[in-house]
């Protein structure tokens, strides 16, 4: 039989390997994301900025957070966030939705690489 001392010890080895590959399944955040975080949040559940929360984005339809107020131009875009329509928009998000409130653009390919990754781990 399992002494109390060895039992709590190993619920504490599974507890710190579960920490450990959660947190390995959220990157840490790119330098390219920091002019991002000047608008929008990341964390689950957290409110939203200027900007909607962007944890959990990836592959979900543009302009569907609820209690986020979007753009005519972004709802009426009919768009899903996948790694081609992020690529797109962050590249020029006036050119890909014109009208949409977004106004930085991130033109080096490897950044929004950066960026789409990032975004892709939050989930």
Same mark, same amino acid.
């Given at each position: 039989? =399992?002494? *109390?001392?060895?039992l709590s010890l190993t619920?504490?080895? #599974?507890? #710190? *390997?579960? +920490?450990?590959s959660?947190? #390995? =399944? *959220?990157q840490t955040a790119p330098p390219a994301f920091n002019a991002c975080r000047a608008c929008h949040t990341v964390?689950? !559940?957290?409110?939203?900025g200027v900007g909607p929360n962007l944890h959990g984005v990836a592959g979900r339809p543009a302009a569907s957070l609820s209690g986020f107020t979007y753009s005519a131009a972004l709802k009426g875009a009919k768009l899903r966030w996948d790694d081609?329509?992020?690529? !797109? @928009?962050? /590249?020029?998000?006036?050119?890909?939705?014109?009208?949409? =409130?977004?106004? +930085? /653009?991130?033109? !080096?390919p490897a950044k929004r690489a *950066? +960026? +789409?990754? @990032?975004?892709?781990s939050l989930k």
């Open positions: 039989m =399992r002494s *109390a001392a060895s619920l504490l080895a #599974a507890g #710190a *390997a579960v +920490i450990s959660l947190s #390995a =399944r *959220a964390q689950k !559940d957290a409110k939203s081609e329509t992020l690529s !797109d @928009y962050l /590249a020029a998000p006036m050119k890909k939705v014109p009208g949409t =409130r977004m106004p +930085i /653009a991130t033109p !080096d *950066a +960026i +789409i990754a @990032y975004l892709k």
